[in-house]
């Protein structure tokens, strides 16, 4: 039996995806779990960058379902005095039960330390996706709407990780559109683009990208955008924010979609990626999203903490 990550979207089945999707939706329809199905796992909290909510969602969401959190700060651990990245995970893999890691960096730690096969790994962001971020806008979705077969989702912004993890998440699904609408060099990295067309097309749905805010499709039922510097990362050319200032979401975007809903992963910057009168407006649902992180966490840990179950009754 084999411990249970979420590394990827691509980790997860179609029904897991499902089921972590929707008991996220149950977990925020009930303000919290009934039991304590964490109880007597511990979880590790270890952020090499920045985070106010994801930390946040996955340490509180920890302790509502009854687990054991412990924190690393990266300069405490000995990684800051040499050890090697390899040997600290083979250290919290005969402790941990559940690792939650940001690295910002290349996925290639987390998978070496999965391999190890001791504990679960969570991605709460690399450089390519943040998964949990997906899950947490497909919960979202899922509460507002019902359903996300059939959806008509705008992207705005950059193809960074938030970008890959709807992607990969939104063409699980059927007869949906999302559209991309990024700055010219700033797109969906071409292995993610791969990925997420072939399942578009296996399940009837479509993923356009266009590098121009102009004749971007109408009637969309969602505007999602993101901060134009993605957390841990710069931009080598100086001259960058002249590629991202024509893709501000304004109001005039609600011209052609005048039903849609403004989602945006957080953190903000008013004025830059979107106009303080949109993500403040009416048609924002950025905060109860923000929220939906600790709702889908929670779903994500529980899912982990079953295959814990599952691997010491084995
Ligand atoms: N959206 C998101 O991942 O927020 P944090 O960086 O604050 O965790």
Redesign the pocket.
């Known amino acids: 039996m084999t411990a249970r990550h979420v590394i990827s979207l691509s980790d997860l089945s179609d029904e897991d995806l499902h089921s972590v999707m929707v008991r996220g939706a149950r977990f925020a329809g009930r303000s919290g779990a009934d039991g304590a199905p964490l109880a007597g796992t511990v979880t590790g909290i270890l952020f090499r960058r ?6 946040t969602a996955f340490s509180a969401g920890a302790q509502r379902l009854g687990g054991g959190i412990v924190t690393f700060r990266p300069e405490e651990l000995q990684l800051a005095t040499g050890e090697t990245a390899e040997d600290t995970g083979a250290v919290f893999a005969r402790m941990l039960d559940i690792m939650v890691a940001r690295t910002a960096d290349d996925q290639a730690e987390m998978r070496a330390w999965a391999a190890l096969g001791g504990m679960s790994v969570v991605n709460a ?1 690399s450089a390519q996706e ?1 998964p949990t ?1 997906g899950l947490t806008d497909l919960t979202t979705l899922h509460r507002r709407f019902g359903r996300i077969e059939g959806l008509r989702v705008l992207y705005v912004g950059e193809g960074n990780n ?1 970008a890959a993890a709807l992607a990969l998440g939104l063409t699980r699904f059927r007869d949906v559109h999302l559209h991309l609408a990024t700055p010219p060099g700033y797109g969906l990295s071409a292995e993610i683009g791969t990925r997420a067309a072939k399942q578009a097309a296996a399940n009837g749905s479509t993923l356009t990208e266009s590098q121009s805010l102009e004749d971007v499709p109408e009637r969309m039922d969602v505007v999602y955008t993101t901060r134009w510097q993605t ?1 841990g990362t710069s931009k080598a050319d100086p001259d960058w924010r002249r590629l991202f200032e024509p893709f501000q979401v304004t109001g005039d975007l609600w011209r052609a979609s005048p039903d849609a809903l403004f989602m945006h ?3 903000a910057h008013r004025g830059d990626e979107v106009t303080a009168e949109v993500l403040d407006g009416p048609r924002s649902i950025a905060f109860e999203q923000a929220e939906n ?1 600790m709702w889908s966490a929670m779903a994500v840990l529980e899912w982990c903490a079953n295959g814990v179950v599952e691997r010491r009754g084995a």
């Open positions: 920045t985070s106010t909510r994801t930390r962001m943040h971020q938030t957390t992963d957080l953190p992180k």
